[in-house]
């Protein structure tokens, strides 16, 4: 019993000074660079609900597979490659029973094979890859589409038409459908949100397909808008965030006019009196909340709308 205990001390020792070698207290492991199998495995056992090893770099399948028994979230955002093998052992994390948390966090990985986006396709639970540049796996597009929360894809610098239109399928916080057998729903009934923040360019098939997704679709990426563009994505039903955008030509306007989405422009500064004479004409609010000065003539084209928000103190 004694050489057992002492064992033990021994392990438990030995690990704390690990910690304490790379910089962190045995409390503290989010400044972990790195974890042997063993060491991931006994921080698993030790350490209940969520767990953040944002620090670690790379990750073994071993680790993987260790950590992937945590009964919590878990966040593993530092990392920026992984391998199939990893995901595949990463995949069988198991959902929190918390619903409005992400159970796996991997934020940082910026591109991902086909084999580890098939694999990460598999997990049960919520999966966030904010970070990610590309995404061209159908699969993978389907899981994330399938979950609950604002989906939030601010990463992507681009965009397919057969993605988007599987993304617009999200119905975001109204079901949580990455729990086989359990659907929840939030009490206030929010609407799906779909946020690209670096999507820079968007073709119009690309632009018709996210025109589906009924509730907030965010693409403040966007910094400028074609009329073409601006049409397809006019079918738009909930409300539509373009606050990237500084100026709104009057064709783009006009070719929004007839959305039934409110209409956000926030980083919108100066308009033309042709383009405050487009968004009159639109029938739900227009917010307008970032200009910096409005000419006579534009102020009088917006009065005829009370729907129109604009800064107060607004000067001409």
């Known amino acids: 019993m004694k050489a057992a205990l002492s064992k033990a001390h021994a392990w438990c020792f030995a690990f704390t000074l690990v910690l304490l070698t790379l910089g962190a207290s045995a409390q503290d492991v989010s400044k972990l660079t790195t974890l042997t199998p063993a060491q991931a495995t006994d921080l698993v056992v030790k350490r209940k609900g969520a767990l953040g090893l944002n620090s670690l770099t790379s990750l073994t399948p071993e680790v993987a597979a260790a950590l992937a028994t945590q009964q919590g979230e878990l966040s593993l955002s530092g990392l920026t490659a992984l391998s199939p093998e990893a995901a595949v052992a ?14 796996l966090s991997l ?12 694999a990460l396709a598999t997990h049960q639970g919520t999966l966030t890859l904010k970070g990610l540049g590309t995404l061209d796996s159908v699969p993978l597009a389907k899981k994330l589409a399938a979950q609950w929360g604002e989906l939030q894809l601010n990463g992507l610098t681009t965009l397919s038409p057969e993605i988007a239109a599987i ?19 939030r009490s206030d009934h929010a609407a799906s949100v779909l946020r690209f923040d670096s999507l820079a360019e968007l073709s119009p098939p690309a632009a018709a397909a996210l025109a589906g997704q009924q509730g907030v679709l965010v693409l403040n990426g966007l910094t400028r808008l074609s009329p073409t563009v601006a049409a397809q994505l006019a079918p738009h039903e909930g409300t539509l965030v373009l ?9 783009a306007a006009a070719a929004l006019a007839s959305s039934p989405s409110e209409l956000v422009f926030n980083g919108v500064t100066v308009l033309s009196p042709e383009t405050a004479e487009g968004l009159a004409k639109h029938t739900n609010r227009v917010y ?9 003539k534009s102020r009088a084209a917006l009065r005829v709308n009370s729907n129109i928000r604009l800064p107060s103190g607004l000067k001409e």
């Open 90 to 103: 990463l995949a069988k994390h198991a959902p929190s029973t918390h619903f409005g948390y992400a159970d």
């Open 107 to 118: 934020d940082g990985l910026q591109r991902l094979s086909p084999e580890t986006a098939g």
């Open 167 to 185: 993304l617009a399928t999200n119905e975001g916080v109204l079901v949580d459908r990455t729990r086989p057998g359990v659907e929840q729903r």
């Open 243 to 251: 606050s990237g955008l500084t100026a709104l030509p009057p064709e």
């Open 288 to 296: 307008l909340t970032g200009l910096a000065a409005l000419d006579a």
